[in-house]
């Protein structure tokens, strides 16, 4: 284990440690996808990777970043991180995370393997025509990542903060924000794996 990813792991201990008090926060339900989960991205290894086929019959984590992300994204793939390897291997083995690059210019395939592999080599990197990764945010609901550079050529990039959590038959979806506990995550996954809809919450 790299510093760096040592030092993410601190942070997510500290921001989103397996304390479960009042302020904890969990999933909202939201209607189902459709149509929208159902797409073809390119993995870390070049091959296309179907979204709907390669994840059928598990509990389905969406989240879409980048790898040069200063907070949210180390802070979410390494809460989870945590959480899984924790959880019995009977449901971990049952959740797939996946990981699209709102950044693809700089996240290239290697890249991307490697930052995911700091947190667990299971995670699944994906990217694809920035085009088409907008048409897929816009069609599950999420505001589209926004890259902007300044004059010195420093991208800055803009993007949703929410996991998106799909039950195994994909009937039903919740979102997951920042800020979300590694307690929230060890009490609704193993609820998610068992099709036991995990408690709503009342806030986004």
Not at 52 to 76: A, K
Not at 152 to 161: E, F
Request: glycine share 10%; aromatic share 8%; hydrophobic share 40%.
């Amino acid at each position: 284990m790299t510093r760096a990813v040592r030092g993410i792991l601190a942070l997510a201990a500290a921001t989103g440690g397996w304390g479960c008090d009042a302020g904890s926060t969990g999933g909202t339900e939201m209607p189902a996808a459709g149509t929208a989960a159902d797409f073809v991205l390119t993995d870390t290894q070049g091959q296309p990777y179907d979204f709907l086929q390669e994840t059928r019959g598990s509990v389905t984590m969406l989240f879409f970043g980048f790898t040069n992300c200063p907070d949210v994204c180390p802070v979410h793939m390494a809460n989870l991180a945590a959480v899984l390897d924790q959880l019995p291997s009977r449901i971990s083995r049952q959740v797939t995370v996946v990981f699209v690059t709102v950044d693809p210019e700089r996240d290239t395939p290697e890249r991307m393997r490697e930052w995911l592999d700091g947190f667990d080599r299971s995670f699944v990197g994906l990217t694809g025509d920035p085009e088409r990764v907008r048409d897929i945010q816009l069609g599950l609901g999420l505001p589209p990542a926004m890259v902007r550079k300044d004059e010195q050529g420093t991208a800055d990039v803009g993007h949703a903060s929410h996991v998106m959590v799909f039950s195994k038959d994909r009937d039903r979806r919740w979102v997951y924000p920042f800020g979300t506990r590694q307690g929230d995550w060890a009490r609704d996954i193993p609820m998610l794996v068992e099709g036991t809809p995990p408690a709503q919450s009342e806030e986004l």
